[in-house]
Structure formats: C-alpha cells, structure tokens
C-alpha cells in the first residue's frame, strides 16, 4: 500500500471519490488498509484517496489535538464514516494543518467549529452525528479529500515544516475557536 502524495499523484488526488456500494465494494477491506496505515504513520486521520482508494471512507484515527496520541502508534480512536454528508456547518476555529499526502507543506485552515453530518457505519447503517472543536476540523479535512481538495488550498499561505517544526509551531500557536456560533 503506497501513499498517493503531490509529488507525482497530484491529479489522482484532485478526483471527486465515488460512493461505496454496499452491496458490491469490499468496503470492510478497504476500512482494514487505512486502519494499517495509520497504525504505522503519525496521523489523525485518512481517506482512502490517499492511499489509492478513492472511495467516499474517512477513518479518524486521533480527535484530540494533542500530537503525542498521534505518535502512540497503539492509539486509535477507530472512527469510521462511510459515504459522509456535512448537512450543516456553524462557527470558526483555525489550526496549522498538516497532510500525508502534502509532504512537508502546511498552512493555517479555518475550519467549522461545529458540523452536523449523515453517514453510514461499517454495518450499512444510517446515521446522524454532531462533532464539535477538533474532532469537526479532523473531518473536514478529511472530508475535503473525498471532493479532492486538499488543506494546501484553503490555507492563507502554506509553508514547508518538518515534523519537529510542525509541533513547536503547534504548541505556540494551539488549535483556535473563533467562534462556536
């Protein structure tokens, strides 16, 4: 399984991810290679587009803004969100946002403070969530892959920051609400 990044698969990642299909995708396969791969990367989070899936999967790995769970290979939060819909987004939060599949360019992104979504679980079950804070940014990012967006475009300007880098900006500057309204 080999990461797609923009150094070579930059228009494999601009595609909009088809929806998965229940009844004729190996979906749970799919679930089982993000939750590899994030197993062995520090991460919070992938869709499947990242790693040569471009199926509509977010797997949330880590909600909390802290790095140190990123880095605690052990830690999974194990969230899984099939063919997700944000139906409503409110307030505004901003936080130096990183990528697997952008190398070493970050940038600060404003993201919704709060979204309500509709989703299916790995069962094919419908359902309707809030998230909130952290956990609405981790998705959002996410979520933009599946649309082949990427953070890189929405930052005001991005920078080139190794890992080191990244988490003493962090701890500077630590994950903002604007505003929850």
């Known amino acids: 399984m080999k990461r797609k990044t923009i150094d070579g ?7 909009v991810s088809a929806d998965v ?6 979906y749970l396969d799919y ?7 994030c197993s062995k990367n520090v991460v919070y989070a992938m869709a499947p587009v990242q790693i040569g899936i471009p199926k509509r999967i977010i797997y949330m790995k880590n909600t909390k803004p802290d790095m140190e769970n990123n880095e605690d290979f052990s830690y999974d939060e194990e969230r899984v969100y099939i063919n997700p819909i944000i139906t409503k987004k409110v ?3 901003k936080f130096l946002e990183g990528c697997e599949s952008c190398l070493d360019y970050v940038g600060v992104v404003e993201r919704p403070y709060k979204i309500e979504i509709s989703y ?4 094919g079950n419908k359902k309707n969530d809030i998230l909130e804070g952290f956990e609405a940014t981790v998705f959002s990012h996410e979520f933009d892959h599946l649309n082949g967006v990427l953070h890189i475009d929405l930052a005001e300007e991005v920078f ?4 080191d880098e990244k988490k003493k900006y962090r701890s500077e500057h630590p994950y903002e609400i604007i505003s929850k309204e």
């Open 31 to 37: 679930i089982d290679k993000l939750k590899e791969y």
């Open 9 to 15: 698969d930059l228009e494999y990642l601009r595609q």
């Open 120 to 123: 299916y679980d790995r069962f």
């Open 21 to 26: 299909d229940f009844d004729k995708d190996d």
């Open 91 to 93: 307030g505004k939060t």
């Open 160 to 163: 080139e920051m190794n890992y």
